[in-house]
Structure formats: C-alpha cells, structure tokens
C-alpha cells in the first residue's frame, strides 16, 4: 500500500507542477524584464544600403526605452520616434507622434528579430542585427558654417518643429557636406547635401533628387545671435528663409545618417535635447 502511494505521489507531482504556476517574485520579473531589453538593444536593419539612394529600413532601440523606425532611401530618409518595453515574447511599442499603440509579437534566432506583425510595414518581417551607433562631434571642425543653421516653428499649440540645415565644415576650396532636417522632435525627414560656398553665393545639390540649386546668402544677427539668411531656399520653394546659429551641434550618426537632437548615453550635450529621451 505504502508503495502504491508512493508511485501515486511521484506521477502527480509534476502534473501539478505544470498545472500550478508558480509566481514569480518581483526581483525575478525584473531580471527577466532587463535581459530581453539588453537582447533587443541596438540596430535592426532590413537592408544593408552600400551608397546612397539604396533601399533603407530599420528599428533601433535605445536603452532606457526609446527607439526608432527610419524608412526610406540612404540619403534620404524619414524617422519615426516611440517609446517601447520588452515583455514575454512581446514588444510593446508607443509612437510618439500620433501616440499609436501595438502589441508585437517578436522572435529572436542568433542576429535576426522577427516581427509577426510588423506596425509599419505590415505582416511578418525579419531585420538583421547591424554595428551599433556611431557618436561625433563635429565641434572638432570648427568653421563657421559648420553650425547647425536652424529654424524653430510653432503651430500654436505647443508643438515645435524645426527647419535644419545641418553643415559640416568645408574643404579649403569651400565644399562641405550635410543634412537638411525638417519636422519635429516626434518625426522628421533627413536629406543628405553637398554644399559650395563662393563668396555670398551657396550652391546646393542633393544627390538622391539629383536636385542642384544656387541661392545668395547673407550673414546677419538677430540680438547676439548669427543668422543665415538664403535668398531662394530650395527647401522652401525658393522663398527666402532666415536660419538661426544653433551651435557647433552633436551629431550621433545612426546607419550613416544623423539625429537632429542629443539622445541620452551618447556623448555629451551639445544642442538639442530630446524631449521624449528624458
């Protein structure tokens, strides 16, 4: 009889080990939480675009639950912030702009994350895991145009957005390199540039449009602040548009394109802090 209950105790208890779940303590929940955030850290690119004009698509996600979503061509892209948190086999993902919510089913083999159901493409798509971030300070460079040359826009109702020429400094010839942003901290398009300066004429070209435009510029002040102004803008279908000095800047360059703001735990700050990083 003793034995009989003794076989009878064996078979049960892990039946019930599987029927009973056993909670698992805060510090255990918490353990766990941090390792999936720590695997899904870093930048997840559907493509690896070689130059300019290739296919670009990826998610990064930060540490401290900021992330990204960047779509478009290498050379000229649109961003997409949101906040995200890592839960059992889920993504749970806020985009900042629209305040959009999903619950994402993801997978993880070795260097490739899947989506079930990807937010923004649709259906189930798979990104592969790319080198991480690059941080530089283009105060390094110091020349005057290299500024981030901005101007700051309101809709009256508490949302600012910004119109950005971001340069690096030029060759002794007067050629330089950079980026035009324009949108708001929550999304913006990114164009790359090649620029010449000739006197007070600037020369403009942007290789992924194939787009070449020559406007005449005048430096100025506005208080104790320089300013840049451009004729015919061709940002700004050839209006004139007065830019603002926003300073030497931080450029953290993400899958060879930059941010046009500081994101925490990259470098020290320069010029623009990022509202949803904080």
């Not at 510090?27 to 004009?53: D, H």
């Not at 999903?102 to 798979?126: I, N, W």
């Not at 803008?233 to 603002?244: E, G, I, S």
Request: hydrophobic share 35%; charged share 25%.
């Amino acid at each position: 009889m003793r034995r009989s209950i003794l076989v009878l105790s064996l078979l049960l208890v892990p039946a019930l080990a599987a029927w009973v779940k056993i909670p698992s303590t805060p510090a255990t929940a918490k353990a766990e939480a941090v390792r999936a955030e720590a695997a899904i850290l870093g930048l997840w690119s559907r493509f690896q675009p070689e130059k300019e004009g290739d296919p670009q698509r990826f998610y990064y996600f930060h540490k401290g639950g900021i992330g990204l979503f960047r779509y478009g061509r290498m050379g000229l892209t649109y961003t997409q912030t949101f906040r995200y948190d890592v839960g059992s086999g889920t993504l749970n993902l806020t985009f900042n702009k629209g305040g959009e919510a999903f619950k994402v089913a993801y997978s993880l083999k070795g260097d490739v994350l899947t989506l079930a159901q990807d937010p923004r493409m649709g259906g189930e798509q798979s990104y592969t895991k790319r080198p991480p971030p690059v941080s530089t300070d283009i105060e390094a460079f110091n020349h005057p145009m290299a500024r981030l040359w901005t101007q700051q826009v309101s809709d009256g109702k508490e949302n600012v957005g910004f119109r950005m020429y971001q340069l690096q400094a030029p060759t002794i010839d007067g050629r330089g390199v950079g980026w035009y942003h324009e949108g708001d901290f929550a999304e913006w398009s990114t164009e790359t540039l090649e620029y010449r300066r000739t006197g007070d004429r600037l020369s403009l070209f942007f290789p992924v449009r194939n787009e070449r435009h020559v406007t005449d510029i005048k430096e100025g002040t506005d208080g104790d602040v320089r300013t840049l102004a451009l004729t015919e803008d061709p940002r700004n279908f050839w209006h004139p548009r007065t830019y603002r000095d926003g300073g030497p800047g931080f450029t953290m360059m993400v899958a060879g394109g930059p941010l046009p703001y500081h994101v925490p735990g990259h470098g020290a700050y320069r010029a623009h802090s990022c509202p949803h990083g904080r």
